[in-house]
T-cell receptor, first 110, second 114 residues
Framework: TQLLEQSPQFLSIQEGENLTVYCNSS?????LQWYRQEPGEGPVLLVT?????EVKKLKRLTFQFGDARKDSSLHITAAQTGDTGLYLC??????????FGKGTMLLVSP | GAGVSQSPSNKVTEKGKDVELRCDPI?????LYWYRQSLGQGLEFLIY????????KSGLPSDRFSAERTGGSVSTLTIQRTQQEDSAVYLC????????????FGEGSRLTVL
């Protein structure tokens, strides 16, 4: 069974602060996705990273895929209250369904 | 519709009763997934349908759980003889590209078993 461990499980910060959340595994993934889920809604895809070492930026969010394709990080610069939500990483390996981590719950206070 | 539609949005039932949860995927999406989300547990894979292929049922937790997909579109997840541990949010997702594509999720069906 491929497992994805996310850390921290919960993060509470003030608006304007920077933060990084992590997604780690002992398994190699062909690609990795990050989703954000807001209360009462389903997860929404933020990004897909495919190449080891790849860095993708989405406004204030920076996603990195580890060189060995076993881990990934999400860095948010100058967090805003609208960034509040559950951040989920999901690994894809061959012809199998996505493996999701348990998520990092981010709370950004004004 | 434009997105994945799930019903009911909330279901409260008594232990031992059967429940049916419905998912209407995005038109044209051949891949359909059911996940279960319990508090603090992330997304647990339940079952996957792809076109006319046999479904991947490897995630179903017990034989009380079953799902079908009629006409390659609407899917129903059935839980028989519900238990309190079945309480969770059941999420349906569809995808245009199987395995590697973006998953589009519905808002989920919150099941509470008393």
């Amino acid at each position: 069974t491929q497992l994805l461990e996310q850390s921290p499980q919960f993060l509470s910060i003030q608006e304007g602060e920077n933060l990084t959340v992590y997604c780690n595994s002992s398994s190699v993934f062909s690609s990795l996705q990050w989703y954000r889920q807001e209360p009462g809604e389903g997860p929404v895809l933020l990004v897909t990273v495919v190449t080891g070492g790849e860095v993708k930026k989405l406004k204030r969010l920076t996603f990195q895929f580890g060189d060995a394709r076993k881990d990934s990080s999400l860095h948010i610069t100058a967090a805003q209250t609208g960034d509040t939500g559950l951040y989920l990483c999901a690994g894809i390996s061959g012809y199998s369904t996505l493996t999701f981590g348990k998520g990092t719950m981010l709370l950004v206070s004004p | 519709g434009a997105g994945v539609s799930q019903s009911p949005s909330n279901k409260v039932t008594e232990k031992g009763k059967d429940v049916e949860l419905r998912c209407d995927p995005i038109s044209g999406h051949t891949a359909l997934y059911w996940y279960r989300q319990s508090l603090g547990q992330g997304l647990e894979f339940l079952i996957y349908f792809q076109g006319n292929s046999a479904p991947d049922k490897s995630g179903l937790p017990s034989d009380r759980f079953s799902a079908e997909r009629t006409g390659g579109s609407v899917s129903t997840l059935t839980i028989q003889r519900t238990q309190q541990e079945d309480s969770a949010v059941y999420l349906c997702a569809s995808s245009l590209v199987p395995y590697t594509g973006e998953l589009f999720f519905g808002e989920g069906s919150r099941l509470t078993v008393l």
